[in-house]
């Protein structure tokens, strides 16, 4: 007689040895569907950090634009509308830019000759007399148009106008040969001419020089009297103020 009972130990055994291997495969497969699922989300959202670079250089006024648009239609949208305000916001302070130095530059020039005018010229004098490391010595000159009001009123504004701006010429030329130096137009009638680091004698031959440049235009026909303007000069040795060498050279007139 052969009696079979049967032991659960093995169906236990076997039982967890499967659940085990369920176990182990279902980690596994977990992890490398996570790793998928983190790489996708990283696909997706790595434009929202080119977005975030975006925003920061624009802020500091970096206009970039991002290159690689996103597969996402959404974030496409969002990246090309970036994109256009980075070009739309550079253009705006690009015309702000120029409009700030076309206003700075037409505040310190006469709009009539392009030289700098009695305000920026003063403010030069002013720094350049009070810095006396930088400004020992030099000399003032003073150019003044006779008669302009009444030639005004004989030949009108536009002839006018064209007197004043060769006159502004002549200085510029000037302006152009001495490094230390600095041509205004101060008044309607009146011109400076301001050069540092020349002496006495320099100052006395540069003189000399600007009036027989300015006779050229009496030369070329352009008025009927040689006797058109005077010049004068004052000499700068870092003993005056900005208000005295100015006196100084209106009284040389």
């Known amino acids: 007689h052969v009696t079979v009972a049967s032991n659960p130990g093995y169906a236990y055994v076997q039982l967890w040895a499967n659940v085990v291997d369920t176990l182990i495969w279902f980690v596994f497969s977990a992890l490398i569907v996570g790793g998928i699922g983190i790489s996708l989300l990283r696909l997706i959202v790595s434009p929202l950090k080119a977005m975030e670079v975006q925003a920061i250089a624009i802020s500091n006024r970096e206009f970039i634009a991002i290159d690689a648009l996103p597969r996402t239609r959404d974030l496409r949208s969002i990246v090309k509308a970036m994109n256009k305000m980075s070009h739309k916001v550079a253009a705006m302070f690009g015309e702000l830019h120029d409009l700030a130095a076309g206003l700075r530059e037409s505040s310190l020039l006469d709009p009539i000759t392009e030289l700098a005018n009695r305000k920026h010229f003063i403010n030069t004098l002013?720094?350049?007399?009070?810095?006396?490391?930088?400004?020992?010595?030099?000399?003032?000159?003073?150019?003044?148009?006779?008669?302009?009001?009444?030639?005004?009123?004989?030949?009108?504004?536009?002839?006018?106008?064209?007197?004043?701006?060769?006159?502004?010429?002549?200085?510029?030329?000037?302006?152009?040969?001495?490094?230390?130096?600095?041509?205004?137009?101060?008044?309607?009638?009146?011109?400076?001419?301001?050069?540092?680091?020349?002496?006495?004698?320099?100052?006395?031959?540069?003189?000399?020089?600007?009036?027989?440049?300015?006779?050229?235009?009496?030369?070329?026909?352009?008025?009927?009297?040689?006797?058109?303007?005077?010049?004068?000069?004052?000499?700068?040795?870092?003993?005056?103020?900005?208000?005295?060498?100015?006196?100084?050279?209106?009284?040389?007139?």
Not at 140 to 161: H, M, P, S, T, Y
Not at 166 to 184: G, I, K
Not at 185 to 212: T, Y
Not at 230 to 237: E, N, P, R, S, T
């Open 126 to 253: 002013t720094e350049r007399v009070n810095s006396s490391e930088e400004f020992h010595f030099g000399v003032l000159a003073f150019v003044q148009v006779n008669n302009l009001k009444e030639f005004n009123e004989l030949v009108g504004r536009e002839f006018a106008d064209r007197l004043l701006k060769r006159v502004a010429d002549t200085l510029r030329e000037f302006e152009e040969r001495y490094p230390e130096s600095m041509a205004a137009h101060i008044s309607g009638a009146d011109f400076a001419l301001l050069v540092g680091d020349i002496s006495v004698d320099d100052a006395r031959e540069l003189a000399a020089k600007l009036s027989n440049e300015l006779m050229l235009i009496y030369g070329d026909g352009v008025l009927n009297t040689p006797d058109f303007c005077h010049i004068g000069l004052a000499y700068y040795d870092a003993s005056q103020s900005w208000s005295e060498l100015m006196s100084a050279a209106d009284m040389a007139l």
